[in-house]
């Protein structure tokens, strides 16, 4: 049976200075002031042009759970400033004791394929409450949008292959291994080796052997024969351990005593060498001695660019599993995703906006509260992106600008829109029902067959269209202006 909790999730599972923040914004009596912060990412890693979002259940766990138990709490009073007295008061510990979330969350759904500047989540509540989310959000989102990209650009270099994730044992811990298997199968894969993420997420599990149970027994062919006798059916044997030819030829011998039993051989796994060619081989073999069924099953060191060189060169692989390059999201470290203060106000006012600018266009942050229209062609096929400020509609014809000002594109009126930030949560309560991981998993399959092909394309992709609607453009200068004339 599936979990339906993804994670468990502590209120500490934070930076200290969010709690610092926290208790200054308490000890300054503006507690019930609200705030807008929304989550973005400045580029698409891999060197692409397009992410996968992922990471929405997990938000989703830690929002309901979110709550200081009773020994985080007097963690919290032990902590000390450099003058030895407690950094916290007895009163904000109280506060917190007391604290519940009543924020409104909106977020693109899980699966959705997302570009640079475009909000994630967006999380609009008491500034304390916001600011004490902002560590974790970042830590979901960044991570597992990372992995589901990754995912995707693999499976997309294996065509119509199946790509198992194999990358538990190289993951960034046991965690980062758990989260990496969901949203490689998110992004794309058909299964993981992980078996803790097949029962937690019903993920298809899959695994073969390893070369520690070939060299356990006298000989290769002894091994298969007794994995035969205790698994006869799944065997997918290892062939590489010693010499490939000599291991495909006798798991072809093994294979013809199992048939003999009734069982039938499930395929071959080439994990070193030159497995193009020894997959050309292994298919003739398995072909000429009537395994026409049997698969090829391909690992060792594996990302897209080294599955697309393989298939250009015409090898015979049915299967791929990858496992360091795709737990791990090498060769880039993160999503340089951010978590950016775009509003204020106190209750029952309108929305103050706020701006952080930088000398670099694509570092100054959004004002106010952003959403995402993407606009689609009578194919329903993904034309361009506006980011615009709710509070301001979307002009007809929508036209789009860059961070720098510079025309984008114009949308002609009535052109099929959809927004992309949906509510997940009301005061607090959940109003968005539990994400389903084999519906993400569906929905990033028909997301990126929506993309032109030019944008998906593992090197050298074309900039998909996305850029600020015109209001939220000046209003973006405006504020700009003003908080120059702050620093002068």
């Not at 538990?168 to 080796?193: F, K, P």
């Not at 001695?289 to 697309?308: M, P, Q, R, T, W």
């Not at 959940?430 to 929506?450: A, F, K, M, W, Y």
Request: with cysteine; aromatic share 8%.
């Amino acid at each position: 049976m599936m979990n339906s909790r993804t994670h468990s999730f502590s209120a500490l599972t934070t930076d200290l200075y969010e709690v610092t923040m926290a208790c200054g914004y308490w000890k300054a009596g503006v507690s019930e002031c609200e705030a807008a912060f929304h989550v973005a990412f400045r580029d698409s890693p891999f060197a692409g042009e397009f992410t996968v979002a992922c990471g929405l259940a997990q938000v989703i766990d830690l929002v309901r759970d979110f709550r200081f138990q009773e020994h985080e709490l007097a963690y919290l009073a032990e902590q000390s400033g450099n003058d030895g007295r407690p950094l916290f008061d007895s009163g904000f510990i109280d506060y917190l004791r007391g604290l519940r979330l009543t924020c409104d969350i909106d977020a693109v759904s899980e699966g959705t394929v997302v570009f640079s500047h475009e909000p994630l989540i967006r999380v609009c509540g008491p500034i304390i409450q916001g600011q004490l989310l902002e560590t974790a959000l970042l830590n979901i989102l960044n991570f597992q949008s990372l992995i589901a990209t990754k995912a995707a650009r693999v499976c997309l270099a294996a065509g119509n292959d199946p790509v198992i994730e194999f990358g538990l044992r190289r993951a960034q811990g046991v965690d980062g291994g758990l989260s990496a298997a969901r949203a490689a199968y998110i992004g794309g894969c058909a299964g993981t080796s992980n078996l803790q993420a097949g029962e937690r997420f019903g993920i298809p599990v899959s695994g073969t052997q390893a070369h520690s149970w070939i060299m356990f027994f006298e000989d290769e062919r002894e091994a298969f024969e007794i994995y035969a006798k205790a698994l006869p059916n799944n065997c997918v044997f290892l062939v590489d351990t010693y010499n490939s030819r000599d291991g495909i030829r006798r798991a072809i011998e093994v294979a013809k005593q199992l048939r003999q039993d009734r069982h039938e051989l499930i395929g071959l796994r080439l994990d070193s060498g030159d497995r193009v060619a020894l997959s050309i081989e292994a298919r003739k073999a398995l072909d000429d001695a009537g395994f026409n069924e049997a698969k090829i099953v391909c690992s060792g060191d594996l990302d897209e660019l080294a599955i697309a060189e393989m298939k250009q060169c015409g090898a015979k692989i049915d299967i791929w599993g990858v496992g360091t390059k795709l737990s791990t999201g090498w060769p880039d470290g993160a999503l340089n995703g951010v978590y950016k203060l775009s509003a204020v106000r106190r209750p029952g006012e309108a929305w103050r906006y706020r701006i952080k600018i930088s000398d670099d266009p694509g570092k100054v942050s959004c004002p106010g509260l952003p959403q995402v229209r993407r606009f689609r062609d009578a194919n329903r096929g993904f034309l361009a992106d506006v980011i615009y400020e709710i509070d301001h509609p979307v002009s007809e014809p929508a036209v789009i600008v860059d961070f720098a000002g510079k025309l984008v594109r114009e949308i002609p009126p009535e052109t099929e829109s959809v927004d992309l930030l949906v509510p997940i949560f009301r005061s607090g309560e959940l109003v968005h029902r539990l994400i389903d991981t084999r519906e993400s998993r569906q929905r990033t399959r028909e997301q990126l067959g929506c993309l032109p092909a030019d944008v998906t394309q593992l090197t050298k992709a074309r900039p998909y269209h996305v850029g600020l609607e015109t209001s939220l453009h000046q209003l973006r200068l405006k504020l700009i202006d003003q908080a120059q004339q702050k620093g002068t």
